[in-house]
C-alpha cells in the first residue's frame, strides 16, 4: 500500500498534532470516491464539519494542483493551496494534499496544517482510502489533547460520509 509523500516541516513527529484514519472496502473502486473529494464544493454534503467552499482566483469546481480555495472546518476558517492532485490511474493511487492555514503568521492563533489523502484500489476488488494530517501552532496543541480527540473523529466522520456518498452514486448509476 502507497503511503503519504510530507514536505519538509509537515513531517509526522515533528509537528504539534498528527492524525491518521483510513477505511478499506469491498466492493468500492477509486473511480467512485475520487470525484466526491475532487470537489470542495461537494465536501459539505457528506461531511457536516465542512461548510462555505469556495474557490480563489476562478478556480475550481475541481480542485487542481495549484488552486487557492478557502472553507470553514473544526470552528477554523481555512485558507488552502492545493500542493498535490494526481487522479488515480491504472496502478497508481489518486492523490490530493493542501497546506492550509488560519490565523495570523506569528500569533497564538496560528494553525498550519498539511492535509493529504490517497485513494487507491487493491486486489479482491476494494478502494483504500488514507487521509492524514499535520498541524503546527497552538490551535494543533489543544487539539492534540482534547478528548475525545476531534480531528480523529472528525476524518473518520469525513471517510464514513465519503463512502456513503459513493455507494448513494454508485447505486443512482
Known amino acids: 500500500m502507497n503511503s ?18 483510513e477505511i478499506i472496502v469491498l466492493g468500492l473502486e477509486a473511480a467512485d470516491v475520487w470525484p466526491l473529494l475532487e470537489q470542495p464544493g461537494m465536501w459539505p454534503t457528506y461531511y457536516g464539519n465542512s461548510a462555505n467552499v469556495r474557490f480563489h ?43 492550509g492555514w488560519a490565523g495570523e503568521p506569528g500569533t497564538a492563533d496560528r494553525l498550519d496544517v498539511h492535509h493529504a489523502w490517497i485513494v487507491e484500489d487493491l486486489e479482491g476488488g476494494r478502494v483504500r482510502i ?21 480531528m480523529i473523529n472528525g476524518h473518520q466522520d469525513w471517510l464514513d460520509g465519503l463512502v456513503a456518498a459513493a455507494w448513494a452514486a454508485k447505486s443512482r448509476g
Open 4 to 21: 503519504i509523500v510530507w514536505p519538509e516541516g509537515y513531517v509526522p513527529g515533528y509537528t504539534e498534532n498528527f492524525v491518521s484514519n
Open 57 to 99: 482566483d476562478q478556480g475550481g469546481p475541481l480542485l487542481r494542483n495549484g488552486d487557492r480555495f478557502y472553507f470553514e472546518t473544526f470552528g477554523f476558517p481555512v485558507e488552502a493551496q492545493c500542493v498535490e492532485y494526481d487522479a488515480p490511474a491504472a496502478g497508481q493511487p489518486g492523490r490530493i494534499a493542501w497546506h
Open 130 to 150: 488514507l487521509t492524514q494530517e499535520t498541524q503546527k501552532g497552538e490551535p494543533a496543541e489543544a487539539l492534540r489533547v482534547a478528548k475525545p480527540n476531534p
